[in-house]
């Protein structure tokens, strides 16, 4: 598999509970992409890194959401204390990053968060 | 701000016929990319298309053609012939040329393709 993936696929969790949601992005990425996913909606974005560094954060919906991606590759996007509004479907992509950053983005299939 | 909007949220059609896809968007900047994703049942999202905006050639690949009309904000895509494995959730989405690397999606359309 050359392609983005993501782990777990699916996971239910308890209010309240601490999750942690994995990205592996297509080798030789430089860029990785967070989108939340609501029911019947388009992705919004969540968070950006440039290899580790994470250049934009501004799409990340309260301080109970974290993403790391500390050797710039495989990246974790953590929500603490989950709340029910927080179930939609996590997206990651990555792309080339290149020097205009226009380059597009893969996406992988996406974890499907539940709270219950 | 920049806005992208599907107005049609679902299209059923028969198995051979054509059909297009309706993308609008809003932006300020003058230069910017132009993006079709396909989602099918399994949740990937799976690049189409991407076009930027100083090159307002149409483009065909196979049974799909996408039509960029920078006048009127539009780039619309159609299937000629349908096939049941076309059978999806179609999203348009847009990024600027320079700052913010977000992209923006519409809410997308759901294609349902009849045999």
């Known amino acids: 598999g050359a392609g983005v993936s993501q782990s777990p696929r699916y996971k239910v969790a308890k209010r309240g509970q601490d999750v942690a949601l994995r990205c592996d992005p297509i080798?030789?990425?430089?860029?990785l992409f967070w989108y939340q996913q609501a029911l019947g909606q388009g992705p919004e974005f969540l968070t950006y890194?440039?290899?580790?560094?994470?250049?934009?954060k501004s799409g990340l919906p309260s301080d109970r959401f974290f993403a790391e991606r500390p050797e710039g590759s495989v990246s974790t996007l953590k929500i603490q204390r989950t709340q029910q509004e927080d179930s939609a479907v996590y997206l990651c992509?990555?792309?080339?990053?290149?020097?205009?950053?226009?380059?597009?983005?893969?996406f992988g299939p996406g974890t499907r968060l539940t709270v219950l | 701000a920049q806005k992208v909007t599907q107005a049609q949220t679902e299209i059923s059609v028969v198995e051979k016929e054509d059909v297009t896809l309706d993308c609008v968007y809003e932006?300020?900047?003058?230069?910017?990319?132009l993006f079709w994703y396909k989602q099918p049942p399994s949740g990937e999202l799976v690049f189409l298309i991407r076009?930027?905006?100083?090159?307002?050639q149409n483009e065909i690949s196979g049974r799909y053609s996408w039509n960029f009309q920078k006048s009127t904000s539009s780039f619309n895509f159609t299937i000629t012939a349908s096939q049941v494995v076309d059978s999806a959730v179609y999203f348009c989405?847009?990024?600027?040329?320079?700052?913010?690397?977000?992209?923006?999606f519409g809410s997308g359309t759901r294609l349902q393709v009849q045999p």
């Open positions: 992509a990555s792309s080339l990053g290149l020097a205009t950053s226009t380059d597009t983005q893969y």
């Open positions: 080798s030789g990425h430089v860029s």
């Open positions: 890194f440039q290899n580790e560094a994470q250049l934009d």
């Open positions: 932006t300020r900047d003058t230069t910017y990319y």
């Open positions: 076009r930027n905006s100083f090159d307002e």
């Open positions: 989405a847009l990024l600027p040329y320079t700052g913010r690397r977000a992209l923006t």
